[in-house]
């Protein structure tokens, strides 16, 4: 019943800007931490960025500190990746994920959308 489906994916140029979305159902989502994590064909999924369950504190990998920014609407349950400056290393893609705050147990996927950078 839990689901996770992430949209905004596409082709964007280097330099542009691209948000993704990802939207849960049936699960409480303001008791889980969100995260987006990206992978390219031939590498190592790598976590991109995550937020607390109420929004209270972000980290982001060092490849996309002050040019992604990741939010959430606990109202909508939805989780977002703001994606500026983006760059053909960008291309991949990207999955939430979703942590149950006390459970760990609890820990769920979206299928992912393809983000490709590209001139």
């Known amino acids: 019943q839990v689901q996770l489906v992430e949209s905004g994916g596409g082709l964007v140029q280097p330099g542009g800007s691209l948000r993704l979305a990802c939207t849960a159902s049936?699960?409480?989502?303001?008791?889980?931490?969100m995260s987006w994590y990206r992978q390219a064909p031939g590498n190592e999924r790598e976590l991109v960025a995550t937020?607390?369950?109420?929004?209270?504190?972000?980290n982001y990998a060092d490849s996309v500190r002050g040019r992604f920014t990741i939010s959430r609407d606990n109202g909508k349950n939805t989780v977002y990746l703001q994606m500026n400056s983006v760059i053909p290393e960008d291309t991949a893609v990207y999955s939430c994920?979703?942590?149950?705050?006390?459970?760990?147990?609890?820990?769920?996927w979206g299928q992912g959308t393809q983000v490709t950078v590209s001139s």
């Open positions: 049936g699960l409480s989502f303001s008791l889980y931490g």
């Open positions: 937020i607390t369950s109420g929004g209270e504190i972000t």
């Open positions: 994920c979703a942590v149950h705050i006390s459970n760990r147990s609890y820990k769920y």
